[in-house]
């Protein structure tokens, strides 16, 4: 499989395991039989609330001699609650994942909370950037990687200027930000700002999210696996849509996540790493960005808190 290579030479397999919204019961299995096909890439979060049952199928696999740990890539976020206490959340994900260290640490969202609450449930319950500074955070996160509890650190959900904005204070750089992408949301500034920094991306939501909460859905969204154009080149190359939508990522040298606890899924995905699309197939791609995200933010932007939609994502 493809990866990318830090400065360091470690690789990160291009295609991985995605587990938000993976069920207690079902991530077990889910992680057991993604390792036995081939998977060396699982994304996990503190919030998502299955890193113990995660850590078990990852310690069963590795007594099972199906994986040695050295082989796998393991990475985690910082829930938005914990910007203070950067080294107490890590230590508390990787008892839960029974693991030593983690490959990579990324911190959730630029929107730190109060401490005491893991969601807001009024305005002041999100603090502002001047409250809790993303350069405090960092340093927090900063510490963690030279204790060697993270081999290396990065952001989610960072647009081109909180990125440029949190470069200057920071003696390690951010390596990677994972972000939302797919053909209905492209992101090109963001993709060459990255390239320009030698910022590698993941894309989260890469089929479109459609099991996500409904609360969280709009009305008449659109559906990135019946888009025609996809479809028909899914068609040509007898594959489908999905496997076309993930190819779109690898061939970009973007990592993707896509979740699945299906094993036939996993499978279906995991192939999707070699599959090669022609210059047409992405010009065709192209064509398709409608600056339309499915995880929108509003949940850190209510009236009377410190974010709007504008400022949070600083731009669309």
Same mark, same amino acid.
């Given at each position: 499989?493809?990866t990318?290579t830090f400065?360091?030479?470690?690789?990160?397999?291009?295609?991985g395991?995605?587990?938000?919204?993976?069920?207690?019961?079902?991530?077990?299995?889910?992680?057991r039989?993604?390792?036995?096909?081939g998977?060396?890439?699982?994304?996990?979060?503190?919030i998502?609330?299955?890193?113990a049952?995660?850590?078990?199928?990852l310690?069963?696999?590795?007594?099972?001699?199906?994986?040695?740990r050295?082989?796998?890539?393991l990475?985690?976020?910082?829930w938005?609650?914990?910007?203070?206490?950067?080294?107490?959340?890590?230590?508390?994900?990787?008892?839960?994942?029974?693991?030593?260290?983690?490959d990579?640490?990324?911190?959730?969202?630029? $929107?730190?909370?109060?401490?005491?609450?893991?969601?807001?449930?009024?305005?002041s319950?999100?603090?502002s950037?001047?409250?809790?500074p993303?350069?405090?955070?960092w340093?927090?996160m900063e510490?963690?990687?030279?204790?060697?509890?993270?081999?290396h650190i990065g $952001?989610?959900?960072f647009s081109?200027?909180?990125l440029?904005?949190?470069l200057?204070?920071?003696?390690i750089?951010?390596?990677?930000?994972?972000?939302?992408l797919?053909?209905?949301?492209?992101?090109?500034?963001?993709?060459?700002y990255?390239?320009?920094?030698?910022?590698?991306?993941?894309?989260y939501?890469?089929?479109?999210?459609?099991?996500?909460p409904?609360?969280?859905k709009?009305?008449?969204?659109p559906?990135?696996?019946?888009?025609?154009?996809?479809?028909?080149?899914?068609?040509?190359?007898?594959?489908?849509?999905?496997?076309?939508?993930l190819?779109?990522?690898?061939?970009?040298?973007?990592?993707?996540?896509p979740?699945?606890?299906?094993?036939?899924?996993?499978r279906?995905?995991?192939?999707a790493?070699e599959?090669?699309?022609?210059i047409?197939?992405?010009?065709?791609?192209?064509?398709?960005?409608?600056?339309?995200?499915?995880?929108?933010?509003?949940?850190?932007?209510?009236a009377?808190?410190p974010?709007t939609?504008?400022?949070?994502?600083?731009?669309?």
């Amino acid at each position: 499989m493809k990866t990318l290579t830090f400065a360091n030479g470690d690789q990160l397999p291009i295609l991985g395991l995605g587990t938000w919204k993976s069920a207690p019961g079902a991530v077990y299995d889910a992680v057991r039989e993604a390792i036995r096909i081939g998977y060396r890439h699982i994304d996990c979060a503190a919030i998502y609330g299955n890193e113990a049952e995660i850590g078990r199928a990852l310690k069963d696999a590795e007594r099972a001699g199906e994986v040695k740990r050295e082989q796998l890539w393991l990475t985690s976020k910082l829930w938005n609650s914990d910007h203070s206490r950067v080294g107490k959340a890590l230590e508390k994900t990787l008892r839960d994942l029974q693991l030593d260290y983690l490959d990579l640490y990324l911190i959730h969202w630029p $929107v730190p909370l109060d401490p005491s609450v893991t969601f807001p449930s009024k305005p002041s319950d999100i603090l502002s950037p001047a409250q809790q500074p993303y350069a405090a955070t960092w340093r927090g996160m900063e510490e963690v990687a030279r204790a060697g509890r993270a081999r290396h650190i990065g $952001v989610s959900n960072f647009s081109v200027k909180k990125l440029s904005d949190l470069l200057p204070h920071c003696e390690i750089k951010p390596e990677v930000d994972q972000v939302e992408l797919h053909p209905f949301f492209p992101q090109p500034a963001l993709v060459r700002y990255a390239a320009e920094q030698n910022i590698h991306l993941t894309a989260y939501s890469p089929l479109g999210s459609s099991d996500r909460p409904a609360q969280m859905k709009g009305k008449d969204e659109p559906s990135l696996l019946q888009d025609p154009v996809i479809a028909t080149i899914a068609k040509v190359h007898g594959v489908t849509p999905a496997q076309v939508l993930l190819a779109w990522h690898v061939t970009r040298g973007i990592a993707v996540i896509p979740k699945s606890v299906s094993p036939a899924r996993l499978r279906e995905n995991l192939a999707a790493a070699e599959l090669t699309l022609s210059i047409g197939d992405l010009e065709r791609i192209d064509t398709l960005d409608r600056q339309f995200r499915y995880v929108d933010g509003s949940l850190w932007t209510p009236a009377g808190g410190p974010y709007t939609l504008q400022t949070l994502w600083d731009g669309p």
